[in-house]
């Protein structure tokens, strides 16, 4: 079983940057690839961003540009470093592991407590 656990978010204005850290424990050599969701108040759960062992990366059109994932696969941690913040990025962020079908992402692994992002205009 992998656990993750989410950190790294907070309170910033729009315009800033924050980077968030997800620690995978348990069996990290099952995991392929890994991905950030994140789910604004009162909206759906939304892929932002994932990465495969092998560097593919894909991102949700809305963050483009702004957000980059990456990952240490000496420390097991995958991290979001996230850049012009908008108040529409305001959610909280889940890490999740798993795969990439193609190119489309897929989670395997229980959702962690996220982190709560907020952005203030």
């Known amino acids: 079983q992998v656990q993750v656990m989410e950190s790294g978010g907070g309170s910033v204005q729009a315009g800033e940057s924050l980077t968030l850290s997800c620690g995978i424990s348990?069996?990290?050599?099952?995991?392929?690839?890994a991905g950030w969701y994140r789910q604004p108040p009162g909206k759906q759960r939304e892929l932002v961003a994932a990465?495969?062992?092998?560097?593919?990366?894909t991102y949700a059109d809305s963050v483009k540009g702004r957000f980059t994932i990456s990952g240490d696969n000496a420390k097991n941690t995958v991290y979001l470093q996230m850049n012009s913040l908008k108040p529409d990025d305001t959610a909280v962020y889940y890490c999740?592991?798993?795969?990439?079908?193609?190119?489309?992402?897929?989670?395997?692994?229980?959702w962690g407590q996220g982190t709560q992002v907020t952005v203030s205009s």
């Open positions: 999740t592991v798993g795969g990439f079908q193609g190119t489309i992402y897929y989670p395997n692994s229980r």
């Open positions: 348990g069996k990290v050599f099952s995991a392929n690839a």
């Open positions: 990465i495969s062992a092998g560097g593919r990366k």
